[in-house]
């Protein structure tokens, strides 16, 4: 941003750059009303245009909004600002203010090796404490993972970025609806890798995998690409994590489990759940006690007919009273119990008993024959024998044993093919599973080249929706597909989003003129925004910009060039060079230390060698690096005052000649005659003097 959008609201000023993800910058920044630090997260001006990432912004600020929990990042105010994109085109930007969290991410401190069982424990129940919370609320995160979670310095864990925030009720968009798996791939829950819909459970699987991923420094799947670890998630087991760091405890192994089974069913069913299981693990104690308990269950009690049908004719005997007769079995009957023998052949038949309104007859003496027996003509003895009732208890019993060991082994295959019946049901389930994810996977065809209308064409046929945005590209002629995101080859969701690259020919930067005057640091910052490169920087004089101040960029300032371009900066050093000044007029003097943005110093002379008014000398001398307003001593030649003139004497008449007769008296001379005070040759101009000639006199009478 320029220095003219540095306040959002008039509230919000906008300081450095503290974070990036994939669509947006954070800043760390200063509410100017209440005097507090705050974070400011502002949408790239790249991915303004596009709706599902204005949506998915503006869903974050009102899910985040309607949280308030110590251990959720605040969100205080949200707006747009007007910025410029890469193509120069105004776009609005929206931005949350935030609260600012001194600390750093969990992925940050597993980077540093920060990270141990204990603690992993212990800011694991803060998250899960957030997680309760916001299903309390009927909002679902669907993307927790560890660069979402951030621990302050204080140990205090805050939850952030419900970009992708769901209320519950809603939440079965995720691939039914949109056909797009949302959410971090490491991290994802089975029914979101289905397209099925999701719940607060989906967000415990999800906080389960960074349990794993903070005790083994790993994620529980990992993958050549995301749709392969998306299949990790719906169809394999998850390693246990003392096999991979051996400091973890097997009750900690028994939480992660849990947490990462398959069926939503059979995990943890709250936030809370799952941290009194976590926070009993960490003591050392059975996670889940309830389990055991539930393990111990009461076989039920064998009906009266059941028992009574049971009933044998030894072990069983006859309670008789005035209301009736009452059958009961003994649980553990004697294999030998003692009892009468019967007399002989003669004997009389048993009495008859009576109950007062039935009459018991006990039944007649079972007849057993030997089934080895070869004929009927055997002896009475053997006959006898035979009928022995000893005998008759040993038979039964065999047959009883014989009875018994027939159903162990029907109850053993019984088992077998109950154990084959599951593990075949498991395996199919997971082909099934397999099946319907591969069913719902399409591959991004190769459009590079293709006119805009022929790759639109490709990627409908291919059961994905095109999105248009256009690049610049030095090899693709404008108008024709550079590419797609995601690239091409790749395997995604069918029905999926894919943002279509239309070249808008070689990319042309506009060197922005507000540079000059700012420093290098702003400088450098909005050049490689633009795409262009710092070649070098020169400290050059400047007599108008400060200090460490842009003076001027080579390519200038406003002119167009290509991105990739490397641009040279020209730094004031805050010096000027200062200029020739003898031989110049005063006024001469004066301007020219003004353009240099320096001051004139005038010392007079006098001198009759130089003319008048011009500089002789000056301090600096020319060419010396002076700071800027420094002021320059110059010495100006003044005329020297005139010496006073002689006063002039009165010329005294030249005494008339007496003629005589011999000579003429003599003409009077009218030369001019030099002064005997100067020497002719000395004087280029000699000073004329004029004597004035005398009257002319008559001649004289010759004397007598």
Same mark, same amino acid.
């Given at each position: ?96 203010? %935030? ?24 800011? %694991? ?24 979670? %951030? ?419 020209? %730094? ?133």
């Amino acid at each position: 941003m320029s220095g003219q959008q540095r306040i959002l609201n008039d509230r919000y000023e906008v300081g450095e750059l503290i974070g990036r993800g994939g669509m947006a910058d954070v800043h760390q920044g200063r509410d100017l009303r209440l005097g507090r630090r705050v974070a400011i997260k502002l949408m790239r001006p790249d991915l303004a245009r596009d709706p599902q990432f204005q949506s998915r912004f503006r869903r974050e600020a009102h899910s985040s909004a309607a949280l308030n929990h110590p251990n959720i990042v605040s969100v205080f105010d949200t707006g747009d600002i007007r910025l410029e994109d890469t193509a120069h085109h105004g776009v609005m930007c929206p931005f949350l203010v %935030m609260e600012f969290v001194d600390g750093q991410t969990l992925r940050e401190l597993q980077r540093r090796g920060e990270v141990d069982p204990e603690s992993a424990a212990r800011w %694991m129940r803060g998250v899960l404490e957030a997680l309760d919370y916001s299903h309390s609320q009927g909002i679902v995160h669907r993307d927790i993972k560890p660069a979402n979670i %951030m621990v302050t310095r204080g140990d205090v864990v805050k939850v952030m970025d419900f970009g992708i925030a769901r209320a519950l009720a809603d939440s079965a968009a995720t691939m039914t609806q949109t056909q797009a798996v949302v959410g971090t791939a490491q991290y994802l829950a089975p029914e979101q890798a289905r397209g099925e819909k999701v719940d607060a459970r989906s967000d415990l699987y999800s906080a389960g995998c960074v349990l794993f991923d903070l005790l083994t420094g790993r994620p529980p799947f990992q993958g050549d690409s995301p749709v392969a670890v998306a299949y990790q998630h719906v169809r394999e087991d998850p390693p246990v994590p003392s096999t991979v760091n051996s400091l973890v405890t097997p009750q900690l192994d028994a939480v992660v489990a849990r947490a990462l089974t398959k069926d939503p069913a059979d995990r943890y069913q709250s936030g809370r759940e799952f941290s009194q299981a976590l926070q009993r693990a960490s003591a050392g104690q059975d996670p889940h006690p309830e389990r055991d308990d539930d393990a111990t269950t009461a076989l039920p009690a064998a009906s009266t007919s059941a028992a009574a049908g049971a009933l044998g004719a030894e072990g069983a005997g006859a309670d008789v009273g005035t209301g009736g007769i009452s059958a009961v079995q003994d649980p553990y009957p004697d294999p030998q119990p003692t009892q009468a023998l019967p007399g002989l052949e003669d004997e009389e038949p048993p009495p008859r008993l009576t109950t007062g309104r039935h009459e018991v007859v006990p039944p007649p003496p079972l007849e057993y024959r030997d089934p080895r027996s070869p004929s009927t003509d055997q002896t009475r003895e053997a006959d006898q024998d035979a009928d022995h009732p000893l005998r008759m208890r040993h038979e039964d019993d065999s047959h009883r044993r014989r009875g018994a060991g027939a159903k162990a082994v029907v109850g053993v295959l019984v088992v077998l093919l109950a154990i084959g019946a599951v593990i075949g049901g498991w395996f199919l389930v997971q082909e099934l599973n397999r099946r319907s994810v591969e069913a719902n996977q399409v591959s991004v065809p190769t459009v590079r080249g293709l006119t805009q209308m022929e790759a639109q064409n490709a990627l409908t046929q291919a059961d994905l929706r095109p999105i248009l945005t256009e690049v610049f590209d030095d090899e693709i002629d404008p108008g024709r597909a550079v590419g797609t995101d995601p690239a091409e080859g790749s395997t995604v969701t069918r029905d999926r989003e894919v943002t279509l690259q239309i070249s808008g020919g070689p990319e042309q930067v506009t060197l922005p003129e507000d540079l000059a005057g700012q420093s290098e640091a702003t400088v450098r910052d909005t050049l490689e925004g633009l795409g262009l490169t710092i070649s070098s920087v020169r400290d050059v004089e400047s007599s108008t910009v400060p200090r460490d101040r842009l003076v001027e960029t080579s390519p200038a300032l406003g002119s167009t060039v290509r991105s990739g371009s490397a641009v040279e900066l020209h %730094m004031s050093n805050g010096q000027v060079s200062v200029p020739s000044l003898t031989g110049l007029t005063d006024e001469e003097a004066l301007e020219a230390v003004q353009e240099v943005g320096l001051r004139l110093s005038v010392v007079p002379v006098t001198t009759s060698s130089t003319e008048e008014g011009r500089v002789i000398e000056q301090d600096p001398p020319s060419g010396d690096l002076v700071a800027q307003d420094s002021s320059i001593t110059v010495r100006v030649a003044q005329a020297p005052e005139p010496s006073p003139s002689p006063t002039p004497s009165s010329p005294s008449p030249t005494p008339t000649p007496t003629p005589t007769s011999e000579s003429p008296s003599p003409t009077p001379s009218e030369e001019p005659s030099p002064t005997p005070s100067e020497d002719p040759s000395s004087s280029a101009e000699p000073t004329v003097s004029v004597e004035p000639s005398p009257e002319p006199s008559n001649p004289g009478t010759p004397s007598d």
